[in-house]
């Protein structure tokens, strides 16, 4: 299996579900969260993990900075001697408004520093609205709406993508948080490639995820989750993503 294929892949499903930090509202002003999150995804005999650091600040009151992604990819399949894939992966710059505990607009820039292994060589755009149903005090669900668009890298122009997601959270009193989540991406127009053909539009991605937090002190949250993965041509890739939070 292509490598850059697979990371290509995983990409998509980065950035469709977890480009912006969340689904719900943003840090009290001159506040911020720090992670350091683990992957390790799998399909058939093919395994990759990696390892990245995230921050996020509000500056201003509603007004969240943010970078995501920052870190290093080690692909290990026991059919490729070449050992290619490790490297340094791209990055994630991120804006997040909130205009009230409920309602949000945001935009991330995917910022193209990876190893030629690993990146996907191509400076993106994504933004978008995200909207929180406040059901109960402990119960909500965050949901967000997205247009994502690539800038033209080696004669080859990505089409727009949007995505729909949404998830479930319900946080217990005892500091346990499950949750579950899905999100949709459509290419909704064609990528122009080098051969100057145009294909694309109708290309789909879905993703499911399920896991739950547990805040061990009132800053420190640990999280455990799985994600899974369909695309295009039966393209498909599970995974696991532990991660460790603190607020500061």
């Known amino acids: 299996m292509n490598f850059k294929k697979i990371a290509t892949v995983i990409s998509l499903a980065a950035a469709s579900s977890f480009a912006a930090w969340d689904y719900y509202n943003v840090p009290e002003e001159h506040h911020g969260e720090a992670r350091v999150r683990a992957h390790y995804w799998y399909n058939g005999d093919f395994h990759s993990t990696d390892l990245d650091l995230n921050a996020r600040f509000t500056v201003i009151k509603g007004l969240e900075v943010s970078v995501q992604g920052l870190g290093y990819q080690l692909f290990a399949d026991p059919n490729d001697d070449t050992e290619k894939g490790n490297g340094l992966k791209d990055f994630t710059a991120g804006l997040k408004y909130a205009f009230n505990p409920n309602f949000f607009v945001f935009a991330d820039a995917n910022i193209p520093i990876g190893s030629d292994d690993v990146s996907n060589n191509t400076f993106s755009l994504k933004g978008g609205v995200q909207w929180v149903l406040p059901i109960t005090e402990q119960f909500a669900i965050g949901n967000e709406f997205a247009l994502s668009k690539g800038f033209e890298h080696d004669h080859i122009t990505p089409g727009l993508t949007a995505n729909y997601g949404f998830e479930f959270s319900y946080a217990f009193k005892s500091g346990f948080t499950p ?17 100057k053909t145009e294909s694309g539009t109708g290309t789909s991605n879905v993703s499911f995820w399920a896991g739950a937090s547990y805040t061990v002190i009132p800053k420190l949250t640990l999280t455990l989750f799985t994600d899974i993965e369909y695309g295009a041509a039966g393209a498909y890739n599970s995974g696991y993503i532990f991660q460790v939070t603190y607020g500061f």
């Open 179 to 195: 949750f579950t989540g899905w999100v949709y991406s459509s290419q909704l127009t064609d990528t122009k490639n080098a051969d």
